[in-house]
Structures are given as structure tokens and as C-alpha cells.
């Protein structure tokens, strides 16, 4: 596909394109032999994965959220009565994605929660937006892409941005789930990928949603020094996986002999 910005690709669409992705590359964090396993035997949704593109449909595009999922009645299926019930709920609502009373209103407060921010909201609410933005580039030879969330404009600048959900938005805990989850490899590539495609300069932002009530919302900016951390470790999963496509060889942990050695806090706790 010629690189570039293409919004009207669908999501099933986005998905033949090849290309790395942060969603693969991240396993060769692990290793490369869980890369391999996850490109050969990608693992289906969960009911997790399932709510969280429901969160993100409600939040970025909530048109699409509202004609494309749908709460599940609560019937006894085992009932004919029931089964009666169910079959004309399928067959009226087939291919929406179904979902409990509970997610429904959990989706909804987190969306009224992001869209009260006053960062957050002009983010989402800026008239020159595109959300769910597919690109393709090429780095070195190699095709990339990547599903951003939000390109929007504020405050004179050009932003790209990722809605987060978590448990624990304030900046300690969030910090440290960005970092556990690679969140700053991932904005790397998108800033390098927009870069690779049209250099312009932008600025990154996650907007993190706590999944609870309140439904506590903060906006981040992550420091230059993250986004070269972030930068620095997915050239490096690059760089593993190029050794590991001309080699043929995917490992996993160390083949050799390796000493185990505990932490001091841990030494720490033994001693105690």
C-alpha cells in the first residue's frame, strides 16, 4: 500500500496490510520466539480486549459506538421463551458487538468523564480531527504502520494522541503502566512513522480514563527524554528482528548457562 495517512480504510482492511506494528513488535520485548508465536497463532479477543474497543468507540467516535454495539437483553436461553427472545435479538442486531448493562454505562461515564476535561475535550473536539487514522510508511526499507487513535490541533499545535484506559490515572500509577506496557515505544513510532510520511511538527498526548468510578481522566504529555527511550528500544526490536528474518532463527530466553542472581530488596526481605 502507498505510504501515507488513510482514513477511509476499514479496520479488517488495515489489518492485511503489511507491515510492523507496535502490536507485534512489542512481543520481541519477551522474546522472539513469542513475536513468532503471537504472528503464527494470533490469540482471539478476550472479553477485556472486546470492551476496550468499545471504550475507545465511545470516546473517539461515538456515532460509530452507538450504531455498532448494542446492550444484550437479559433472557433465560434456556427457556423457549427465552431462545425465542435471543434468536430475534441476533438476527435483528447481527454483527454488532454485544455487550452487559454494565459495560454500556461504564463506557458511557468514561466517555462523559474524558469529554468534562478541560484539556481532554478541545483535544476531541477540535473541528480539523481525524480519529482511527491508519498509516503506512516505510523506515529503512522496511513497511511499518500503525491505527492512531487522534490527530487534532490545540492550543497552535498539532497533536497526536492515544486514549488510555486504566486502572489508576494519576501520574505515579500511570507512569508506571506506560513504561510496563511500552506505551513511549509506541508513541515513538507514530511520531517517527507522521515524520516519515509528512514532517511536520507535532506534539504526543495520552489521555488516560480510569475504567472505575469517578472515571478520573488526566492528560499527559510525555517528556522528550521518554519519547527517546521509547524511540531507542523499538529500533532495537527492529533490529532483533532483522537478525532473527536473516537468520531464520527465532530463540527465545538465553541458550547458554545463566547465573541467577535475586535483587537486593529481595536479598533485603530474606535477611529480615
Known sequence: MKPGLHPGLSRAAYEQVEGLNFSKLK??????AHYLQNLMHPKAPTPAMQL???IHAAILEPLKFNAEWV???KVDRRT?????AWAKFELENAGKGLMTADDY???MGMAQAVYAHPVAEPLLSAEKRETEVPAVWDAEGIPMKGCLDLLTSWDGFSWVCDVKSCRDASEFWFAREAHKLRYHAQAAIYLDGL?????????FAWIAVESEPPY????????GSVIDAGRALY???IERWKECTKEGRWPAYSERLEPLMFPEWALGRIEE
Open 27 to 32: 512481543f520481541l520485548d519477551k522474546s522472539p
Open 52 to 54: 476496550g474497543s468499545a
Open 71 to 73: 446492550v444484550a437483553p
Open 80 to 84: 423457549n421463551v427465552g431462545k425465542a
Open 105 to 107: 454505562d461504564t463506557c
Open 195 to 203: 515524520e516519515a510520511i509528512q514532517p511536520y511538527p507535532r506534539r
Open 216 to 223: 478520573a481522566v488526566c492528560v499527559y504529555e510525555p517528556a
Open 235 to 237: 529500533r532495537r526490536w
